[in-house]
C-alpha cells in the first residue's frame, strides 16, 4: 500500500512539474549571461575589434560604478516567457527573468544602472523607473528577478524558469520556444479565421499570360493557401534553438515545428523522413549541391496530375500537325509524373583549372528511354537552324549517349563562368544528366562513373560553397567587394569552412530545418563594407 502512494505521489508530482515546463506560451531564454558575454567577445575579436573584447569587463565595471555583475548569476539562464496570446492593442502577458545570487546585490546593479528601485509592496513587488523613464515592476522568486510592465504578472505563485525548457532544450546556448497547443482553442480558431480571410484573397489574371497559364497559378496557389492553413491548424509548437561553436567558427541553428498526432500535416511530415537518394553519391567536397528526394503524395500528388491534365489539354489544342511530336513528348514524362517518388539534384563543381564551374542537374526518371527517343524525333522536326545546334551521340560514356545542345543565353556572365556556350545531356531509363559549359560533358561522364548504389540520406539537403558563390557574383560590379570579402576570408587554412549546410527531415511528427554558417562570413561581410 505505502509503495502504491509512493509511485503515486510521483506520478502527480512528475505531472505538475511537466505541466510547469509547457504552461507557458512562448519561452525564450539564453543558457548564462557568461553565454552572451563570450559571444561578444568572439565576434569582436573576429571582425578585428580586440579592443572591444579585452574592454568588455572594465566597461562593465565602469558602467556600474566598478561593481561589475554583482548580484548577478553569470551561470544560469535569463530570458522572457509569455503566459496568453495578446489581444489586438494589447500588451504581451508575461516577463522577463534574470537569475540572481543576491537578492541586494542585485538591488544595488539596478540602482548603479540609474534604476529607480522602491520599496515592496505586501506581495513582495517592487515598482521600477528605468533609466529612460519607462515604469515596470520587480520581484524575487526562485533565485530570480521578475520584471514585467504589468504588477498583475507578478502576482500569485510565479513559475520557476528552471523548469520552463525541456532537458534537451537546455543543452542550447539559445532557445525560443512556442507552444501553440497552450493558447485557447477560442483564440486559436479566431487566429486559423483571421489566416483564412488574408489568404482567400481573388487571384487576378497578368498580362499576357494565357488562360492555361492563369488556371495552373490559381490552382497552385489556392493549393499553397490550404495547405499553409492546415499547417496551422496543426502545429502545436515550434522551437527555434541557436548554438555558436567558436572552435569550428561554425553557428548552429535549429527549427523545429511539431505537429498534432493524427494530423494530416503530421502525416506529410512523417514522409519526410530519411529518404533513399540515387544521387547523393555525387556530393563532393569541393562543392556545392542541393538534393530533394522526397515522396509523392496528398497535395503535391494532387498538383502533378492537374499539371499533367493541362499539358494534356494543351496539346489538343496545338496545330494537328503538331500534336503527334507534342503527344509522344508528353507519354514520355507522364511516367515521371506518375511515379510516387521523385528526387532531384544540382551540383555546381569547381573552380577548374580554367577558373569555369561545372554544374550537374540531375533528375530521377521513369521510362527515361522514352523521353531520349521522343527527343530525337523532335529533332527530326525542328527548323534546320536548330537542327544545326543540336548534335546527338557526340560523346559516350559507360555505353550512354551524351548529347549536346548550343544555345546563346541571354546572361552575358554565362560564358565567364561556365565557359563554352553548350548544354550536354545524358538519358538513361532511370535518370537524366544535363550538364554546361566548357566542362560539360567530362562532368557527365564522371557523374555516371559515380552512380551506383542509392544512398539514404535526409529529404532535402543544401550545400553551399561560399567560394563558389564569390565565383558565380564577382562579374558583377555591384557585387565584387563582397565576392573578394569571401575569397580573401575563406582562403588558406579556412578554405573548407566556406560551407553552408541546410538539412530538412521529418519524423515522429516533427519537422526539423538545420541550419549551419561559417561565422567568418561576418568577417567578409564587414570586410566588404570598409572596401
Known amino acids: 500500500m505505502r509503495k502504491a502512494r509512493f509511485v503515486l505521489l510521483v506520478g502527480v508530482l512528475w505531472c505538475l512539474t511537466a505541466r510547469s515546463v509547457t504552461a507557458q506560451v512562448m519561452v525564450g531564454a539564453v543558457r548564462s549571461t557568461d553565454t552572451v558575454l563570450d559571444g561578444v567577445r568572439y565576434f569582436a575579436t573576429l571582425v578585428g575589434r580586440d579592443d572591444i573584447a579585452k574592454q568588455l569587463e572594465p566597461f562593465l565595471d565602469t558602467l556600474t560604478g566598478g561593481k561589475g555583475l554583482a548580484g548577478l548569476d553569470r551561470r544560469r539562464s535569463l530570458g ?8 489586438p492593442g494589447q500588451q504581451p502577458a508575461g516577463a522577463i527573468f534574470i537569475p540572481v545570487s543576491d537578492d541586494k546585490d542585485f538591488l544595488q546593479l539596478l ?61 542550447h546556448q539559445l532557445v525560443i520556444s512556442t507552444r501553440i497547443r497552450e493558447v485557447p482553442p477560442a483564440v486559436r480558431k479566431k487566429l486559423v479565421s483571421l489566416l483564412r480571410e488574408l489568404t482567400d484573397k481573388p487571384l487576378e ?46 553557428l548552429l541553428v535549429n527549427l523545429e515545428l511539431v505537429f498534432r498526432a493524427g494530423s494530416s500535416t503530421a502525416a506529410a511530415v ?63 514524362i507522364l511516367p515521371t509524373l506518375k511515379n510516387d517518388f521523385h528526387e532531384l539534384a544540382i551540383f555546381l563543381h569547381g573552380p577548374m583549372p580554367d577558373e569555369k564551374l561545372a554544374p550537374v542537374v540531375a533528375l530521377r526518371l521513369r521510362e ?34 551524351i548529347h549536346q545542345i548550343e544555345v546563346s543565353p541571354d546572361d552575358k556572365n554565362f560564358a565567364r563562368v561556365f565557359g563554352d556556350e553548350k548544354l550536354a545531356f545524358l538519358v538513361t531509363d532511370d535518370y537524366l544528366l544535363l550538364g554546361a559549359g566548357t566542362h560539360a560533358v567530362t562532368s557527365l561522364q564522371q557523374a555516371v562513373a559515380k552512380l551506383g548504389s542509392e544512398q539514404i540520406g535526409p529529404a532535402g539537403s543544401l550545400e553551399l560553397s561560399l567560394r563558389q558563390l564569390a565565383a558565380l557574383i564577382r562579374h558583377n560590379p555591384d557585387n565584387k567587394n563582397f565576392a573578394d570579402a569571401l575569397l580573401k576570408t575563406f582562403a588558406g587554412q579556412h578554405e573548407r569552412r566556406d560551407r553552408v549546410h541546410l538539412v530538412l527531415e521529418g519524423k515522429d511528427n516533427r519537422l526539423q530545418v538545420r541550419l549551419e554558417l561559417p561565422t567568418l562570413l561576418v568577417q567578409a561581410i564587414v570586410a566588404s563594407t570598409r572596401q
Not at 522572457?80 to 489581444?87: D, E, K
Not at 492563369?214 to 499553409?228: A, V
Open 368 to 401: 527515361g528511354r522514352k523521353l531520349e527517343a521522343a527527343f530525337r524525333e523532335l529533332v527530326k522536326v525542328l527548323p534546320e537552324d536548330a537542327r544545326a545546334r543540336i548534335h546527338l551521340d557526340a560523346a559516350t560514356s559507360a555505353g550512354h549517349t
Open 205 to 250: 489574371r497578368k498580362p499576357q499570360e494565357t488562360e492555361g497559364q492563369y488556371q495552373f497559378r490559381r490552382f497552385l496557389t489556392t493549393l499553397l493557401r490550404q495547405q499553409l492553413v492546415q499547417a496551422v491548424e496543426d502545429i502545436e509548437e515550434w522551437t527555434l534553438s541557436a548554438d555558436l561553436d567558436t572552435q569550428t567558427h561554425r
Open 270 to 332: 512523417n514522409r519526410l523522413h530519411r529518404s533513399p537518394s540515387r544521387f547523393r553519391v555525387l556530393q563532393t567536397e569541393s562543392g556545392s549541391s542541393l538534393v530533394l528526394a522526397y515522396p509523392v503524395y496528398g497535395a503535391l500528388r494532387e498538383l502533378l496530375d492537374k499539371l499533367a491534365a493541362m499539358m494534356e489539354k494543351g496539346i489538343a489544342d496545338k496545330p494537328q500537325e503538331q500534336q503527334a511530336i507534342l503527344r509522344k513528348l508528353y507519354e514520355s
Open 111 to 171: 540602482l548603479a544602472l540609474n534604476f529607480q528601485v522602491n520599496e515592496p509592496d505586501a506581495n513582495q513587488v517592487r515598482a521600477l523607473t528605468l533609466p529612460t523613464g519607462q515604469g515596470a515592476y520587480l520581484r524575487f522568486a526562485h533565485r530570480h528577478a521578475f520584471i514585467s510592465n504589468e504588477r498583475s504578472q507578478l502576482a500569485g505563485n510565479l513559475p520557476n524558469p528552471d523548469q520552463f525548457l525541456t532537458p534537451e532544450q537546455q543543452r
Open 80 to 87: 522572457f516567457y509569455v503566459q496568453s496570446v495578446p489581444l
